[in-house]
């Protein structure tokens, strides 16, 4: 059986221009926000590629991943398994434009890159000329609207409440299998791990859950095989995981749930 995922992020950085009270990936939290050394960037890819037959979005997420003076050097090594992906796709907040060879290496790649820009208005201070470039070199791009009255999904969540979920296994079960996340199977890599969606990585990672082996992928085990990663993928959103029980994800489309405006400066 192939092993194939929607979506697959690689964490480029904690670093972020921004300090968003509400950041979905909890980036305001990090003590010392960093790069992720471009040698786990190469190895985490190496590791994904064996063990994925495709992937439909391979994104590179952050933080804001334009900081990196080696972005370029990362989509282009990245592009080595274009035959395994469908599509690229950059997430940015439009604050600072691509460095180095990125927008060269990226206009080698546009048909097969998508630049997502989440647009916070006056702070978004480099989308005009981002959108500029991003047109002149034909990289097609999105831009979701996160400021003033008409917001993208009506704005954020609050997922920082991170109160445990009371009720039983079941119950979060039923609520997990709904979770946006889920349904689009938002995998996240970051530092060698693999993780089910963006908070079980985050909230891992910042230590404010204890992720057991059950939670995630350890790339770099060698003790088990390629097939028993691949076994344990399989059953990667049949339950929930340990990140589940403190957050509330699960509930964001819900119509009774508050949006918030989005970025507020922290
Ligand atoms: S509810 Fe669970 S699956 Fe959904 S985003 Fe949160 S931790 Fe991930």
Redesign the pocket.
């Known amino acids: 059986m192939k092993t194939i995922t929607k979506r697959l992020a690689i964490v480029l950085t904690t670093k972020c221009t921004l300090r968003c009270r509400l950041c979905s990936n909890h980036i305001p939290r990090f003590e010392k926000p960093a790069h992720t050394p471009y040698s786990e960037i190469v190895s985490d890819l190496d590791h994904i590629f064996e063990l994925f037959d495709y992937i439909d979005w391979l994104q590179l997420v952050g933080g804001e991943v334009f900081m990196r003076r080696d972005i370029g050097e990362i989509i282009e090594y990245a592009f080595k398994y274009k035959a395994k992906f469908k599509k690229m796709v950059i997430m940015t907040n439009a604050t600072v434009l691509p460095r180095g060879t990125g927008m060269a290496v990226l206009k080698q790649h546009g048909k097969d890159c998508l630049i997502q820009i989440s647009d916070y208005g006056p702070l978004s201070s480099k989308k005009d000329y981002l959108l500029k470039s991003l047109e002149q070199n034909e990289i097609s791009c999105v831009v979701k609207q996160y400021y003033g009255d008409n917001q993208y999904y009506g704005g954020w969540i609050d997922n920082t409440n991170r109160e445990p979920f009371s009720g039983c296994d079941e119950e979060l079960k039923s609520l997990?299998a709904q979770?946006p996340?889920?349904v689009m199977q938002n995998m996240h890599s970051f530092g060698g791990k693999l993780y089910?969606?963006?908070?079980?990585c985050f909230l891992s990672e910042l230590g404010a859950v204890h992720s057991t082996k059950a939670d995630f992928i350890d790339l770099n085990d060698t003790n088990i095989s390629t097939e028993e990663k691949r076994a344990i993928l399989s059953t990667f959103y049949l339950s929930?995981?340990a990140?589940?029980r403190v957050?509330r994800?699960?509930d964001c489309n819900n119509a009774n749930v508050r949006r918030h405006p989005a970025a507020e400066q922290i």
């Open positions: 997990t979770c996340q889920v089910p969606c963006c908070n079980s929930p995981h990140s589940c957050c994800w699960y």
